[in-house]
């Protein structure tokens, strides 16, 4: 969680890889499916890739892929590099901005009963690429509070979003955005190495929440759960000064985090179907 203390109030404004695509759902478009899942697995893979790996991991043969692939070039979706391997083109930086957006405008109210409920700052994030973004926050009422902007990206090692995110990737996953994006220490007690992290996801899957502990700025805890069974990789967390956000207040908010996750994830659900 990277907020900084704030004293004067301010007015706020890995899964695996799915099966090898078979025929399109009913009144569905085959080839609109296998374009978007492509997409799917170049994010997966860290934003770029070669044909080889896309066909061994789509189970499309390779001429299906080259003929998607050109169409998503000459729509501005995916780039050709010069050493011929494929990446996601900027033309998906607008959609996602939007989509993050509205997401964060469903999560508010949800967020808003987290601080009433437990009266520290409530935040959602996502996991784009291998960032953390932070898409929606409602403050804490409390004069020293905790602020971190819409829209901040942050590496996700050092953060309780970050660790609630990527506590069920895979090992092989995680070693490999470790090794893309390093793990810079933000403090004294910011993890800074790989066997470190995958412990600290371990402890996450076994307690079912992620705390950063002064991992990101001294004197600011912060506790968060995953978003389950989100369209995307989400997780809300609460933040606040280490003196408030103790131990024994962290009994009290995990039950709570859970059940605002679970509201969320079927609010996001409902958002979904009246699309």
């Not at 299906?64 to 930086?93: D, F, K």
């Not at 989100?230 to 039950?255: H, L, N, Q």
């Amino acid at each position: 969680m990277p907020p900084s203390a704030e004293r004067n109030p301010t007015p706020q404004g890995a899964q695996a890889a799915p099966a090898a695509p078979g025929p399109a759902a009913s009144g569905g478009v085959q080839s609109l499916e296998r374009a978007f899942g492509l997409l799917e697995r170049m994010a997966d893979a860290g934003g770029e890739v070669g044909l080889s790996e896309l066909s061994a991991t789509s189970g499309l043969p390779l001429p299906t892929i080259h003929r998607l692939m050109r169409t998503l070039v000459s729509c501005g979706y995916v780039r050709q590099q010069p050493n011929r391997r494929y990446a996601l083109g900027p033309r998906l930086i607008r959609l996602g901005e939007s989509a993050a957006r509205l997401l964060g405008t469903w999560a508010r109210p949800s967020l808003a009963r987290l601080v009433e409920e437990t009266g520290e700052t409530a935040n959602m994030a996502l996991l784009d690429g291998d960032e953390v973004v932070y898409v929606a926050q409602v403050p804490s009422r409390h004069s020293m509070r905790m602020f971190t902007e819409v829209g901040r990206r942050v590496l996700p090692h050092s953060t309780g979003v970050g660790k609630a995110l990527l506590s069920h990737t895979p090992d092989e996953q995680v070693r490999a955005l470790l090794a893309r994006t390093g793990m810079p220490a933000a403090t004294e007690k910011t993890i800074t190495t790989p066997e470190a992290f995958l412990d600290a996801l371990a402890q996450v899957r076994e307690s079912g929440y992620a705390t950063d502990d002064n991992e990101q700025e001294i004197g600011v805890r912060c506790i968060a759960v995953s978003v389950p069974d989100s369209p995307t990789a989400a997780a809300i967390s609460i933040s606040g000064p280490a003196g408030r956000v103790t131990d024994a207040a962290t009994d009290k908010f995990v039950p709570l985090l859970h059940e605002v996750a679970a509201d969320l994830a079927q609010a996001l659900a409902r958002s979904g179907e009246g699309q």
